[in-house]
């Protein structure tokens, strides 16, 4: 599913325009980012949780040539889906 088959989705089932469920999709997204740039985990009950991951600074290899190279510590996005999350799909 793309995004703008996901706006059409909201739109249909919520009965609303297209214009609006775009907008709101854009402030659930962005309202995650931001939350996740503090460093606050989001936890939705029965969907799941958007959590910041630390990664150590390691080594890595580089595939084309073989050599050893310095991978920088970083952070990055994680999501745990919710118990009732991974029922549904099953």
Known sequence: MTKQELIEKMAKDAD??????D??????????KKTLKKG???????FGTF?????KARKG???????????KASRA????PG???KDAVK
């Open 16 to 21: 609303i325009s297209k214009t609006a469920a």
């Open 23 to 32: 907008k709101a999709l854009a402030s659930f997204m962005d309202g995650i």
């Open 40 to 46: 606050v985990k989001v936890t939705m009950v029965g």
């Open 51 to 55: 959590s910041i991951t630390n990664r």
């Open 61 to 71: 290899r580089n595939p084309q040539t073989g050599e050893t190279i310095k991978i």
């Open 77 to 80: 996005p994680k999501f745990t």
């Open 83 to 85: 118990k009732a999350f």
